[in-house]
């Protein structure tokens, strides 16, 4: 918090050197005299949420198949994590928040790297032959592009086809989702990365042969899900860096990356 200073004290700059640097020490030693008596934050350097502002406008409209479908998330999870929610199951609103209630106890006592392999393993196995009979083309990247806003608009929401330039070759194998309703609702990175991003993205690439990469944007909650990119390793992957949002319910104190990321 910067502090203000009197009238008295902004007419002390025009007297000598001197006397101006220590003005300026004097401020220096109030401000972290303040910042010892004000109560710490939830969460140090963390990100603001996205303002209304910086969001796209949507719109949910949960049908009884998206219901479905959030149910049957829902249950998954629910087994990963040995327990449920008592939310609704026959109110998309609810059931959604159902839903985010199980993923944040799949999360609980366990590292990064279990989370994922947690959703990992409920994928379902794919056999061998499968990427051999089909193998990597453009066509089907752009072909996954086009079925992935009709099969998974009840988890994220409103999406379209776009195009993207993938190794030098224009094709429109490119989903932009306009705001992640998993991101938003749970306003936690650390669920986007490694309950979403990351299972997904190995699913796709190692399960099916098909490279998959997805890059949520924590600044407006969008994402870009670019079929036939290959993903970056964990390592090189810079939202496993990022810092908690500040509203986040799981954030937590620290030097301003996620405590749940890996």
């Known amino acids: 918090m910067h502090t203000r200073c009197s009238a008295a004290q902004q007419s002390c700059f025009g007297h000598n050197l001197g006397q101006r640097k220590l003005a ?4 220096s ?12 934050s939830l969460v140090a350097r963390a990100q603001a949420s ?67 392999d947690a959703v990992i393993k409920g994928f379902p196995k794919v056999p061998n032959w499968f990427r051999k009979v089909f193998p990597y083309s453009k066509w089907g990247a752009e072909l996954n592009a086009q ?15 776009e195009t993207a ?4 070759v224009q094709q429109r194998s490119s989903v932009h989702i306009k705001r992640c309703r998993y991101l938003a609702e749970s306003g936690c990175v650390a669920m986007c990365v490694n309950l979403c991003k990351t299972p997904t993205q190995t699913f796709f690439t190692e399960e099916l042969g098909m490279p998959l990469t997805m890059k949520p944007n924590f600044d407006d909650y969008s994402c870009d899900m670019i079929f036939g990119q290959m993903p970056p390793s964990l390592d090189a992957d810079e939202v496993n860096s990022h810092a908690c949002y500040d509203a986040c319910p799981q954030g937590k104190a620290g030097n301003g990356k996620c405590h749940k990321l890996g």
């Open 50 to 116: 996205p303002s209304e502002e910086q969001q796209e406008e949507v719109e949910y409209k949960d049908t009884w198949s998206d219901v479905q479908f959030i149910n049957l998330c829902r249950r998954a999870y629910g087994n990963l994590a040995g327990w449920q929610s008592s939310k609704d199951w026959n109110n998309g609103e609810k059931t959604y928040q159902g839903m985010l209630e199980v993923s944040r106890a799949v999360m609980k006592g366990k590292s990064a790297s279990q989370q994922r």
């Open 29 to 40: 030693v109030r401000r972290q005299s303040n910042s010892v008596s004000r109560p710490f």
């Open 147 to 161: 079925i992935t806003p009709a099969f998974f608009t009840w988890l994220v929401g409103p999406m379209y086809t």
């Open 24 to 27: 300026l020490l004097t401020q």
């Open 165 to 168: 330039d993938v190794n030098g």
